[in-house]
């Protein structure tokens, strides 16, 4: 049997790990993004079998949301940009209620500047109200 040097390279850096079998879980986030997930067997240990996959799917299930959640607090996937650190804070603020006037408190802003900062978040997030946002942050839009 012939194998080509790219296999060769692959069986050794697997190998010389002490890797001998690997599992890979692959789950959607949105259209845009999937998570995938790796679980490595080492030298002593049986192999995976295809229950293993049932049952780390089944785990791992719960992690979609939270990737969701992960990439929306960072203005990934819906976002027009990036959030600023300044703009997680407020969009935490926002999305567990607070008013503005709270959340200008809680941040050491002026209420303007936090009004600003919200609209800005609405602007990103091609939304105009907190329903909207949060329909988005639920996964409803």
Same mark, same amino acid.
């Given at each position: 049997?012939?194998? $080509? ?11 010389? #790990? ?5 599992? @890979? ?9 999937? %998570?995938?997930?790796? @679980? $490595? ?11 293993? +996959? $049932?049952?780390?799917?089944?785990? +791992?299930?719960?992690?979609? *949301? ?13 976002? $027009? ?10 969009? /935490? =603020? ?6 503005? /006037? ?7 802003? %002026?209420? =303007?500047?936090? =009004?600003?900062?919200? /609209?800005?978040?609405?602007? /990103? @997030?091609?939304? #105009?109200?907190?329903?909207? +946002?949060?329909? +988005? *942050?639920?996964?409803? %839009?």
């Amino acid at each position: 049997m012939h194998i $080509d040097e790219e296999t060769r390279t692959a069986i050794h850096h697997y190998l010389g #790990r002490g890797i001998t079998d690997r599992l @890979f879980v692959g789950m959607p986030v949105n259209e845009d993004v999937e %998570s995938y997930f790796m @679980f $490595d067997r080492l030298r002593g240990q049986p192999d995976f079998a295809p229950q293993d +996959l $049932d049952v780390a799917s089944y785990a +791992l299930r719960s992690l979609g *949301w939270l990737n969701r959640q992960i990439h929306l607090s960072y203005g990934q996937l819906m976002a $027009d940009a990036p959030l600023t650190p300044t703009e997680r804070g407020v969009l /935490k =603020h926002m999305l567990a209620g607070s008013a503005e /006037k709270n959340i200008a408190e809680a941040m050491g802003q %002026s209420p =303007h500047t936090t =009004h600003q900062y919200v /609209k800005t978040l609405f602007r /990103k @997030f091609n939304v #105009r109200s907190r329903a909207e +946002l949060t329909a +988005l *942050w639920l996964g409803h %839009s």
